[in-house]
């Protein structure tokens, strides 16, 4: 067969050769790795830079457009006085914060969120002052589908009387026993006929705020969403991201869990901070029901466990160390103790069928729904006979004399 390439196409082809044969021999000469030359050094690191730009950019983009609209309660209609908030008398702001809708929020003239007049009780009217923290206030939820107001339509209902809840809690620290007992003079002007006492866990240790508890509860999740959750710190796109992430029921109670399983291993039993903390509470309360004695008035507390530990109920079998009881049991001996009546939540809270879906996606503020449950049970018990004047026996009772 003829030849038909041309002398330059086969000195191409052996430059070629000779060419490959080289790079082979670097190749193996660098222990089977390309050599790495001065400008991929240069290259890379502008590549990873730009990917990290623009990844962090989408997220905080996504996060503005998703929050463009945000409104903020403090600041506008409650405010700081010293160490304790008050609402705006006769202010109504709207609020929207990451995860909830837009939410109205009215205050009378002495600033308290409550359609009911502060200056005068009308005449025949059972009145129950409301205390307590965000919780009872209703935080992140309509006025319709507070606590407050379903329980005076719940009462007024079944016992036959006109029963008022006036709501008298407040966002933050307004809620802790020493600043309640302080502003016992404020609640016995509302004239209240009982008083119900709402709390919860940050009511007792107010000196750890709720993004404490929420990032401490992050320190059970991967080190990667921890280290983007520190990277957007007190921006839209870290919250945005913090709630997404507390939408999985299984990662926020694992790492919740998880840290009250250390805290209980850590101390098996109540250190001396904690022996000072409750003594302080029990002072307070004392302070609490004996004003409120002195008037005649009946005091009745519940406490709300937050969402993981009342996941911790259900858990069978429930891992070592994790006594979710703890501080409800250690409340009711303080309160019993003291003169005020308990009403404990948890056993109807452990029969719950959806115990997760009456928490917002953060676990320390009951929503629309948790307040529709607690409602319940409060309307059970305070008919049940311990309050006789809300008792539906003695209603009835009373009814037929008159008949």
């Known amino acids: ?186 609640t016995m002007a509302l004239q209240p006929d009982l008083i119900l006492w709402v709390m919860n866990a940050w009511d007792i240790n107010p ?27 007190e921006t839209r796109a870290g919250y945005w991201m913090r709630e997404i992430l507390y939408r999985s029921q299984s990662l926020y109670t694992a790492a919740y869990l998880k840290r009250i399983q250390n805290e209980a291993q850590t101390h098996a039993t109540p250190n001396d901070e904690e022996h000072e903390r409750m003594r302080l509470v029990s002072l307070d309360v004392r302070t609490i029901v004996d004003r409120a004695k002195a008037d005649g008035v009946p005091v009745v507390v519940a406490f709300l466990p937050d969402r993981a530990v009342a996941d911790a109920f259900s858990m069978s079998p429930r891992p070592a160390g994790i006594e979710p009881d703890r501080l409800n049991n250690e409340l009711h001996t303080v309160l019993a103790g003291k003169g005020a009546i308990f009403a404990d939540v948890v056993p109807d809270l452990r029969k719950a069928l959806n115990l997760d879906g009456l928490y917002d996606p953060f676990g320390a503020h009951l929503n629309a729904e948790g307040h529709a449950f607690l409602t319940q049970i409060l309307e059970n018990f305070l008919t049940s006979g311990v309050v006789p004047a809300l008792s539906v026996n003695e209603q009835a009772q009373s009814e037929r004399i008159q008949q």
Not at 1 to 8: G, I, L, Y
Not at 29 to 54: F, N, Q, Y
């Open 1 to 186: 067969m003829p030849d038909t390439f041309s002398q330059s196409e086969r000195d191409a082809d052996r430059a070629l050769s000779v060419g490959g044969e080289t790079h082979a021999a670097e190749y193996e000469e660098s222990g089977g790795r390309r050599k790495t030359s001065a400008l991929d050094w240069i290259v890379l690191p502008l590549i990873s830079a730009a990917t990290i730009a623009i990844f962090c950019g989408g997220i905080r983009l996504i996060s503005y457009l998703e929050f463009a609209h945000l409104k903020w309660l403090p600041g506008r209609c409650i405010v700081q006085s010293g160490s304790v908030l008050h609402g705006v008398p006769n202010s109504v702001c709207t609020e929207r914060n990451y995860y909830s809708q837009l939410v109205e929020y009215r205050f009378n003239s002495c600033g308290d969120r409550t359609p009911f007049d502060c200056r005068q009780k009308p005449e025949g009217v059972y009145r129950i002052v409301l205390i307590g923290s965000s919780n009872p206030m209703g935080y992140e939820v309509p006025a319709e589908s507070t606590l407050s107001e379903r329980l005076s339509a719940a009462l007024s209902r079944r016992t036959g009387r006109r029963v008022e809840v006036y709501n008298a809690s407040l966002n933050g620290s307004s809620g802790a026993p020493s600043n309640l007992a302080n502003r016992m003079s404020r």
């Open 207 to 233: 000196d750890k705020s709720e993004d404490q508890i929420r990032d401490e509860a992050l320190q059970g999740s991967p080190r990667i969403l921890r280290a983007l959750r520190l990277l957007f710190t």
